[in-house]
């Protein structure tokens, strides 16, 4: 019976075990989970074995309202063992769950999917004591084949992500006993892109909690992580594995020494592109950082090593002046927003970071800029950094060396250290061969000109201080350009080139600003200055005209030249020139010129910017084949308004060379001859006193040249009228003024002054020869004669004496005489004469010495004028003086002035004593004072002009011929 009773309650235990517990709890299940969220469950079958006390649930799924998959799993087996009931504890043998799916969706109003399921709770007001945890005792926790799907709509495109084959474990957790249980917990799990999570960890103690482990990623693609944020960058990450490795230890009791340690990080192979583009714009082959301890809880970071290998980088400067990188990577939905600092917030203490050593190796960055006109590449290459001891502590000092090739060819270098807090930088600089010819784009931006060749070279040592009262940033060194060649970028025609500029020694210190320069070497240049068809120097020609460029006005440089101390002060204190040659030519003349001068050497010494320092100048060369020239003297380079002193001359110039000059002032070519000029300036405040000395030697010159835009001066004769009997030229040329007169315009100051000269010779050579010898020009134009006479008075002899003197001096001048006469006083003296002959001849007495007798006088008068004439002419005179004695008297007068003026006088007779006079003049000064019969001409004779004075003036004239 006993059996039966036994057997009875173990039948009615299994059926309500097997088949009526299932039964009724499925149901219940779901209509608990239907309560108590908003979602449906399915579930396909639950089992349970009373004998072993273990449950199953098999096909379990819970859907959204609408029917959308939220979470399910294949099956979920939880054993039980019953006996530890009796020792009031929960003793888990295992729990399986297999194959679990979960579908996490992120919405677009920020919410997730499972959140949506659960329903409020009504909140219960009475405080409820839980008692003590009954011991849990849980042999094994296992998850299968499990997988995650998240979907996230926040994002302008839908992001997905899923993790599949999780595998999780929890084995020997005994909650009264955590101490000696050796609990673990490990958790696997495969990544949709191909990488591996594996976290590890070990509860080492429950009370208080203390556990360790360790977390590794491997081979995790990056361009998972940069789908989530693809629509806020402008870049695509596409390619690249990223693994992670760490081991990490907490102890609740003991929070500051929670440590992660063994940290290794790498990633591999990363390649990031625009969107759209195939071109990459950065490669690194690999970043590796190794050896990272963080104690977060005490705010330290240790570094061991962070090395970067074959960085590429390409950026590139758009037309407007944007790099490609600030918009690639610029956020598209950021957004600027104001926030408002909470001012009583206690400062949070720094973190101490310690990184023993940061590397870059073997990397490159290539700049395209098309910003300037013709677009550059500048490209560089073999770039190696080391950084070594980055340390947060205050006075820490790191130490630094880099270097780089820039173009493939030129490099640069640094080495150094820097101490931060204060910051403090000490190091060197050095560039070696940089290419210069790659910045003419951006020389082209301003000027039509190119950079052909050079290369500079730079060795320096720098230093930061901002304690430093000589400067914050502090530089010296020597620098150095070789082989430099610019040209037109237009014509491509050599504008300066040189072998070698030097800077030895320089000292740079900045804020405040100075420059320091000991001694600069320009060695072999050579500059080629030309002046075109139009007039315009190729100097001047090679800018390039903006259109918001404003000229500086006069008055702004006068007052910035007066400044009593520059924004940047600068002295040179010697520049030594040596093997220079400058080439000139202009083509704006008839005649095209052109001069070299070379062998340029020298010294400038003290050149500066600073007000009342006095810089000196002694510089020599040789101009064409035989000539030189000097520039020496002293000046304030700030200001050379103020103070200018220089002594600047050309030796034996050929003069030919200079018939485009000629040409173009005076209408002639120059045949040979030689030049010496000697310039001396001066100037005190702005005051110009110069002295120009111009020395011509055996000039002459050559064919006239016909063009109707030339100024045609008589160059041959001013050459004659200033030229001496050995052939030699010697103008004195003072030129004065203000050069801050805005008019002023030294050049053509000089011309004018030379022109005056010449047309003032010319058109008045005897008070121009006169004055040179210092008596009146004036009187050496004529020569006065006695009416009717022709022999020269003692008093005109002695300006013949001074002419013949300037015709000794002056042996290309030639003088001309033109005979003269009197048609009036030469006429009536002649009359006078031949009436006085023919009174002799007809007082038959040739001997006498004057016979005058009233018949003779009355006889001759009849003949010329006839007896009724006469008889009317003596009746008229008697009714008009009727006193006898005063009858007598007026008779004779009117009687000899009639008989005066019926002699006849020919012009050819005036002619003849005309020429007589110029004979007489030429006679003297050929005779007596030796002067070249063929350089005195007697010209054409002329009729002088008719005047109250009692001389007759016979005029003289300078010739050349």
Known sequence: MLKKLIFSLLFVYSVVGFLVLPYFLKPKVIELAGEQTNSKLYIESICFNPFLFKMALEGVELKSLDDEHLFSFELLEVDLEPLSLLNLALHVKHVILKNPKITLIYNKDKTFNLSSIVKPSVENNET?????????????????????????????????????????????????????????????????DGG??????????????KIEGSLNLQESQIYTQWRYIQDKLGVEVADGKLSFFGNYFVNMDDLNSTTINDITLDLQNLRVKPKDKPEDILNLKSLHVEGVTIKPMVQNVHVESILLDSLHVEATKDRNGNIDWSELFKSKNEEVKNVKQDTNLSETTPWNVLVDSVSLTKSAVNFIDKSVEKGTNINLNNININVFNINSKENSQLQYDASLRV????????????????????GNFSIKKLSLKEFTPYLQESVFAKIDNGYLSLQSNVSYSPQSKDGEILVDGGLKIEAFKLSDSRSGDTLVTFDKTQLKSFTLNLFPNKLYIDEVNLDSFYVDAKIDERKVLNFAKLSKPKEDEKLTKSEDIKSSANDEKPEFPMKIMRIIVSNGKANFSDFS???????SIHDLNGDVYAISNTKGEISYIDIDGEVDRYGSTKLKGSLDTSNIRSFTDIDFNFRN?????????????????????????DLGYKISDSQLLGKNSVIIKNIELGDAIEDENITKLPLGFAIALLEDSDG?????????????????????????????????AVASPFNFLGAAMGINGDDLKYIEFEVAEFAVLPPEKEKLDNIAKILTKKPKLSLGVFGSYSKEKDKKEIQAKKLTDEIVRRGNNKGAKSIVTLKILEDIYTEFAGKKVFEGFKSELKKRYEKESIFDTQYEKELTARCRELQIVTLDELKDLANKRALSIKEYLVQIKNIDSLRVFVNEVKEAQESDDKWIQTPLNIEVK
Not at 196 to 209: M, R
Not at 412 to 422: D, L, N, Q, R
Not at 653 to 677: T, V
Not at 735 to 740: H, R, S, T
Request: charged share 25%; no cysteine; net charge positive.
């Open 128 to 192: 409820k004591d839980a008692g003590k945890l009954p011991r849990v005792i849980v042999d094994m926790v296992t998850i299968q084949s499990g997988s995650l799907n998240y979907e996230d709509y926040t994002t302008p495109k839908k992001f997905e992500f899923s993790i599949g084959d999780i595998s999780f474990k929890l084995k020997d957790v005994d909650t009264d006993d955590f101490e000696s249980s050796g609990a673990s917990v490990r958790f696997h799990s495969a990544l949709s």
């Open 728 to 760: 030699i030229i010697d103008i004195d040329m003072p030129v004065n003024g203000n050069i801050d007169a805005p008019d002023f315009k030294y050049g053509a100051l000089v011309l004018k002054t030379l022109g005056n000269l010449i047309i003032k």
């Open 196 to 209: 591996i999570v594996d976290i590890k960890t070990k509860i080492i103690g429950f009370k208080p909690l």
């Open 653 to 677: 110039l050929s003069l030919d060379s200079f018939s485009g000059y000629s040409a173009q002032f005076a209408g002639h070519k120059i045949e040979k001859g030689k030049l010496f000029i």
């Open 407 to 426: 173009n493939s060819a030129g490099s640069i270098s640094s080495k150094g250290s820097v101490t931060h807090t204060p910051l403090t930088q000490n």
């Open 589 to 595: 003349l008839p005649i095209k010129f052109k001069t």
